[in-house]
């Protein structure tokens, strides 16, 4: 479609020229949304593509995030390509298991139990103060970009220069990456288990294989969107775990759109700008958050992609656009 | 053996206060099909309004004993809020459970800064007025005359909802409705009203778990969030829409973190959700669940 | 005619209800065969059994000698066995392509592919004009199934039977919920499809006796569990007792 092929070298453009033409806060506040924007391509993948709701997702989160801290500065490896790939390790180590569990449960079954597994590793992360830090979590030294530390460079600099396009284009690859999966046959078929995973497997659907796939995909981007979101803060701490964080998460899909690939994303930049722009308005910005997000679920369950791409008649068929 | 009694007798009391909530979620879960992660927040109001109520009761001359009626009728009295909520969620009825569990992270979410708004940030607590209960002996042990009433008065509101649930007509239309909605409706049951009873006993329930729990802990901001999970664990463990799960789950997870605080305080709450993953395994409609369709 | 189905001895008990008693039946190649039967007899019991849903308690199940007994839609599907169910299945949100393509996929193996983009495989593409067309939903390909009519879904589900490629297809009532006008047609769907699909082997689970009657090469009528019959349609309705007993009453012109 047109509009989208145009919207998207716009948007693209846009992103790009960002750091060059926005004042330095407004880029800093970019970061977790494009953060954010890989976590939730995962967390579609399992939600939006795969029909199942987790609430224990921020478990990854997490995890990416005391991955990297623990790799910086605890054991002093600066390369984040490194750090990143302990944390996809770590991810993959964990999903496994906790998926292999929770997916042959589904719907109310699944969202408890993925709920209990991320409060767990949150009781972890805040109880065991010897390993973990406690409550004040573990700090995440400043590393190093395909080996480039740019030590002239301070902090701030870093982080709006190298730091942003690194996670633009980390973005971008995982994005190309998801359009693939989504659009590939193993896509089809995790639609099929979304629609209806009883018809699903009588034809020849690996249900539960499939569901744990997408699990581990979805825990793998949550993982290095975790060490992302760290990295500015310069710390690793327990409620990036706690079961309130999953909770946001599936706000900003839902914002956004989940039943659109470019939806979550989008959730997440809009989300960080209102959250901002909202807590520079008033203390109880948490009360206009929950205001809005009723308001979708009654007004524009399909958020804001829904809202963006006008629907025809409801009645008529729709043309099949590839995604959801 | 003391300190055990004391052990056990402390985590009773913390099941009781959970049974409440717990059992407010179980109704509203098996009549409407809606789990309601705001449960915090009314446990959280009926700690705040509750402390609000005794200072006031205090400031006009109330003697220090009238604390426990002053308390149960402050929960009461917030049933008012039941209805209004209900209508809001009657709007999500059938949707998709994703959608409902959302609606009311979002009503979870309004309720900190409203709270926050009428109460302030800092935890509101009543002080040391519960001691003009005195202490009664148990076996070797001394407990608070407070917590042993507020024991009570659980029981008493158990074996009430039992009766109820049971015995009465209302009762009866209320597990019908929660088998069959719409067979309800054509037997000439206004299943609307039913709706907004159930959840505002639902509500109460809450609001009176969290106004009673007040002399003991202190009214925060941190219980809208952190009991929810405790509640879920409730819930899991008993099997969604059981009230009688909702007993035996509470009194499972209020002496297991009584005991796990006494040996091991890391495993406080780990030991819980540890729990609930095992039963989710390898029971995961729990001890007294229906299985879901 | 080679043996394709065989249940050897198949009983299934469900505590002390026994469902089925002793049933040995072979299916062969080339049979159209209609099980039928009062509700209650054991057919939706025997058809599990069949299609791997169940294991049989006493007894065995083969499907070309391999032993199918509770192996499960997906590995049934794998080794050659579609299923299509009485009441209607789609994907709501997948389009009529994209649910055909599921089958596809599967009986292509090719699901473990992360990269390409379903639609521009040639060979799904064109497995999926194949069996649409079969069907007549060519027209409906970008459709969401959601939108389709009553019939339409029924054809799409039975389609997406067709697409793995069986050797032997099970359909529990396919005409059930379309009008009577058009039962005949939808058979003759079935009969065409399954002939240009090569499916060697069809399993109808039916109640309209005209339509056994025409369509069948061959009847097992089941009764409390036990094969009352198993025979041609025209010995079959040569016995009043015999189809009264299924059908309930006396049958008036048949065509054998």
Redesign the interface.
Known sequence: MTRRQFAIPCTLLLLVVAPYVLPPFYVTLMLPALAYGIILLGFNLLFGYTGLLSFGHALFVGLGAYTVAVMSSRLGFKSLELSMLAAIVASIVVSIPVGLLCVRYVKIFFGMLTLAFGMLFHSFLFKFYNLTGGDSGIQVARPSLLGMGFPDLDKTAFLIGPFYFYCLALLLLLGYLMWRIVHSPFGTHLRAIRDNPRKAEYVGVRVHAFRLLAFVISAIYGAIGGTLLAIPVGLADPELAYWTHSGILVFMTVLGGFGNFFGPVLGAFVYIALQDQLMSLTQYWRFALGVILILIIILFPTGLMGLLERRRNRKAPVVDRGDA | MAVFLDILLSGVFHAAVLFLVAGGLQLVFGVQRIINLACGAFYALGAYFGVSAVAFAMAHGAPAYALLPVLLCAGLSLAVIGPPIERLLRLIYDRDEGFQLLLTFALMLMSQDIFRFIWGSTPRTLGNLSLAYGQVTVGPTLIPTYKVMVIACSIAIALGLGWMLQKSRFGRIVRATAENRSMIEALGVNSGRVMVMVFTLGTVLGTVGGALVVPTAAASLDMIVELVVEAFAVVVIGGLGSMRGALVGALVVGIVRSLAVFYYAELEMLSIYLIVIAVLIFRPTGLFGKPLE | MSVVIETRGVGKDYGEFRALHDVSLTFSEGEVVAIVGPNGAGKTTLVNVLTGLLKPTRGDVLFRGHSIGGI???RL??MGM????QLV???????V???I???V???QR??????????S?AA?RERVAEVAAIFGLES?L???AS?LSQGEKKLL?IA??F??DPTVILLDEPTSGISSSDKRGMMDTLMEAARKAGIKTLLLVEHDMDLVAEYSTRIVAMTEGKVLADLPPGAFFADPHLAATIVGKPLGQLRA
Do not use: E, K
């Not at chain 3, 579609?82 to 169910?85: E, G, K, W």
């Not at chain 3, 299945?89 to 389009?95: A, D, G, N, R, S």
């Open positions: 499960g839609p997906v599907a794998q579609a299923r299509a169910f299945q789609v994907f709501p949100q997948l389009t392509f994209d649910a393509a599921a089958a996929v599967s009986q090719r699901s473990l592919d992360f990269w390409r983009a379903t639609r495989i799904v409906r970008d459709w969401l939108y589900d997406t039977a697409a793995l």
